[in-house]
């Protein structure tokens, strides 16, 4: 939130510009996650706490394992007066599954199916659910069940900005 404090309100976009390397000093950012990491002060942060083993160091965004996270497509370069319902609307989300290319551009625009089948998902790897952050700021856990891909009514947990 502090990142879209300092560039009217704008959140990251998911593709900063094609770099081979973008590890520190980080002076050509790849993608929405080394874009964040001055604000964040460690790419640590990038990786799930609850993560057994890593097979990525975390200091070259453009480098597979750089984060566990992803970005919700839709919010790329969205200035946040843009999303009618912050509140319910998914910002960033657990989603490493070990099959993505999850470097500092990784994003998603709905859960996968698969996702919301399998109990090793990301989705639910924390008791069930997962930890979704949102668009005005909060953090909050949540079972599959409860995510919509495309939002119904304003309450909904969605992906959908408008």
């Known amino acids: 939130m502090v990142y879209s404090q300092d560039w009217d309100e704008r959140l990251p976009l998911i593709s900063v510009k094609a770099v081979s390397s973008s590890g520190a000093p980080y002076l050509a950012p790849y993608g929405w996650a080394d874009t964040l990491q001055p604000y964040i002060k460690s790419t640590k942060r990038f990786q799930c706490p609850s993560e057994e083993s890593s097979t990525a160091d975390g200091t070259d965004g453009v480098q597979p394992g750089f984060t566990d996270y992803w970005f919700n497509t839709n919010l790329s370069g969205v200035n946040l007066d843009k999303v009618i ?4 609307t998914i910002w ?3 989603g490493n599954d070990g099959a993505d290319l999850t470097d500092a551009r990784y994003n998603r625009n709905s859960l996968p199916l698969s996702w919301l089948q399998n109990s090793g998902s990301p989705a639910q790897r924390h008791l069930g659910g997962a930890n979704y952050a949102f668009a005005d700021g909060h953090v909050k856990f949540y ?3 409860n995510i919509k891909n495309a939002r119904t009514k304003a309450s909904d947990i969605s ?3 408008k």
């Open 85 to 88: 319902h912050p509140a319910t």
């Open 92 to 94: 960033l989300g657990d």
């Open 143 to 145: 079972r599959p069940a």
């Open 159 to 161: 992906f959908a900005v």
